[in-house]
Nanobody
Framework: QVQLVESGGDSVQSGGTLRLTCVAS????????MGWFRQAPGKEREGVAM???????SYGYSVKGRFTVSRDNGKNTVYLQMNDLKPDGTAMYYC???????????????????????WGQGNQVTVSS
């Protein structure tokens, strides 16, 4: 069973930057696809980015070009670099593991937001205008 611990959430002004970190522990933590998701109050959980163990990535349309997901398999850590943050980026951000391999089967972020097998506790990101 993978366990995920996130950190790095904070309050920033519009246009600011933050980096979220997710440390994974468990038998499959270095081989699973990993993802970042976010949920704003009153809204559905939204897929932000996915990264596979080989470094291949996928991004949600609203963050493409501004956010970068990366991982260090040796440290069992996944990062989300967020640049040019906007007020609509205010949300709880979650790290998640895809131990079932659904992303590799072609599942999109919309389905993955409901199907990831392990979730972190969430980190609040607040962007003020």
């Amino acid at each position: 069973q993978v366990q995920l611990v996130e950190s790095g959430g904070d309050s920033v002004q519009s246009g600011g930057t933050l980096r979220l970190t997710c440390v994974a522990s468990g038998s499959s933590s270095t081989t699973s696809s990993m993802g970042w998701f976010r949920q704003a109050p009153g809204k559905e959980r939204e897929g932000v980015a996915m990264i596979d163990s080989d470094g291949s990535t996928s991004y949600g349309y609203s963050v493409k070009g501004r956010f970068t997901v990366s991982r260090d398999n040796g440290k069992n850590t996944v990062y989300l670099q967020m640049n040019d943050l906007k007020p609509d980026g205010t949300a709880m951000y979650y790290c998640a593991a895809d131990d079932s391999g659904n992303w590799r089967k072609g599942w999109g972020l919309l389905l993955l937001a409901r199907a990831m097998t392990t979730w972190g506790q969430g980190n609040q990101v607040t962007v003020s205008s």
